[in-house]
C-alpha cells in the first residue's frame, strides 16, 4: 500500500507537466476529464504489477487516453451550438412579415379557387396543387386533354384576376391615406 500512496503522489507531482502534453493533443474542455482517465489507468496497472519506469507509463497512457479521446466518432461529429451559430442564421425562416405574407397570398388563392365551377376547381387542383399530368386528369374526370387544358387555363385566369381585384381594393389608395393623414393631425 506504501507503494500505491507513492505512486499517487508521484501522479500528483506530475500532473502538470502530462497537462502541458495532453493540451497539444484534446481541447482545454476535456484534458480533466482525460487526467482522471490516466490516474484511474494508471493506478489499476500499478496495483497489479510495479510499474518500472512511471512517469514513461503515465505520459504514454495520458497520450494514447487523448487520442483516442480525439478519434472518438461522437466528438468528430457533434458541434456545439456556439460553433454552429452562423450556420443557423443562414437557416431562419422568412421574417414574420414575409410568413404573414405568405400565408395571406395562401389563403387568398384558396378563396380564389372557391369562386371556380366544380369541374374547373377540380381540373385546376389536380394540375396546380397536385401536379398531375393533363392525361392523367383526363384519365380521372373523363375529359379529353384539351378540354383539361382549357379548364387550366381558366382557372388560372380566373384566379388571377380575382387574387389581382382583392389586392387591389386592400391596397389603400395615396389619396386615402393623405385625407386619412389630415384627420389624424387635425
Not at 452562423?86 to 404573414?100: R, V
Amino acid at each position: 500500500m506504501a507503494q500505491n500512496s507513492k505512486f499517487t503522489t508521484l501522479f500528483v507531482n506530475y500532473t502538470a507537466n502530462i497537462k502541458r502534453y495532453i493540451n497539444k493533443i484534446a481541447s482545454p474542455d476535456d484534458i480533466d476529464d482525460i487526467i482522471q482517465e490516466t490516474f484511474i489507468r494508471t493506478y489499476e496497472a500499478d496495483l497489479k504489477e510495479e510499474i518500472k519506469y512511471a512517469r514513461s507509463f503515465i505520459l504514454k497512457t495520458a497520450k494514447n487516453l487523448a487520442l483516442n479521446h480525439v478519434n472518438k466518432w461522437d466528438n468528430k461529429y457533434s458541434d456545439s451550438l456556439d460553433d454552429s451559430a452562423d450556420a443557423l442564421i443562414g437557416l431562419t425562416s422568412l421574417k414574420f412579415e414575409e410568413q404573414f405574407e405568405s400565408k395571406e397570398r395562401f389563403l387568398l388563392f384558396c378563396r380564389a379557387t372557391e369562386q371556380l365551377s366544380n369541374v374547373v376547381r377540380k381540373t385546376f387542383i389536380l394540375k396546380k396543387v397536385y401536379g398531375f399530368s393533363q392525361k392523367e386528369i383526363a384519365n380521372y374526370l373523363n375529359l379529353s386533354e384539351s378540354t383539361v387544358e382549357k379548364h387550366v387555363a381558366k382557372g388560372l385566369l380566373k384566379c388571377a384576376e380575382y387574387m389581382e381585384r382583392i389586392e387591389q381594393n386592400s391596397i389603400p389608395k395615396a389619396s386615402t391615406l393623405k385625407n386619412n393623414a389630415r384627420s389624424i393631425i387635425k
